[in-house]
């Protein structure tokens, strides 16, 4: 089953102040560590969509296929992303500002998919859902309509669509961080031991 990635890297992370995605956690950038963390051998196509020359910098060094424009709506990232997805049976949609979530998790969530390909799958941790989130390909024009502030979780309920949650290893992979504040919490909780 060939499953892409479209990697959510485009927000203008007001109310961080700066480029949160480029903030350093533990001696690299935040989204660094998200882009290191991803499962590769089990992804068929990866694409960032992002609005910052920096940013696509960071990507492009990693290997990631990039998509960059002016920046806008969230709806307008999903739509960006899907047009890189022709081909796919299910597409993957990873948020570029959550450091902890693991490789693991994310197989777990892409086996799951493999069981229940018609249905979209969540990440979650106890019954609190998050990202991210694997569509099903009959989904993709529902995505690719979006408008707005829009995500794709707006898609799954026009459409009707079964969602199944699969576990976490632990909470923390569902953060994010939002402010510095935030992001000096996360890493003094769960980065300073290992520092």
């Known amino acids: 089953m060939n499953i892409g990635c479209v990697i959510m890297a485009a927000g203008r992370a007001r109310r961080f102040g ?11 950038p935040l989204l660094a560590h998200v882009l290191d963390s991803l499962p590769r051998e089990h992804l068929a196509r990866i ?4 609005s910052d020359e920096d940013v696509a910098a960071l990507c492009a060094g990693r290997g990631v296929t990039v998509v960059q424009y002016g920046g806008g709506a ?9 047009e890189q997805m022709e081909g796919m049976d299910g597409c ?9 979530c693991t490789g693991r998790s994310m197989v ?10 018609g249905d979209v799958h969540r990440l979650s941790f106890g019954d609190i859902a ?10 993709f024009g529902a995505l690719g309509a979006l408008t707005g502030e829009q995500g794709g979780m707006a898609a799954a309920r026009q459409t009707g669509a079964q969602v199944r949650l699969t576990q976490a290893d632990f909470a923390g992979e569902l953060l994010d961080a ?15 031991k290992s520092l």
């Open 18 to 28: 700066a480029n949160k995605l480029l903030a350093d956690l533990a001696g690299k």
């Open 47 to 50: 694409v960032a969509v992002v």
């Open 74 to 82: 969230q709806s307008e990232t999903v739509r960006r992303g899907m």
């Open 92 to 100: 993957l949609f990873v948020q570029g500002d959550q450091p902890l």
């Open 108 to 117: 777990r969530l892409l086996d799951a998919f493999c069981g229940a390909p």
């Open 130 to 139: 998050g990202s991210p989130v694997v569509f099903p390909a009959r989904l």
């Open 178 to 192: 939002d402010t510095p504040e935030a992001l000096s919490e996360l890493e003094k909780k769960f980065f300073e």
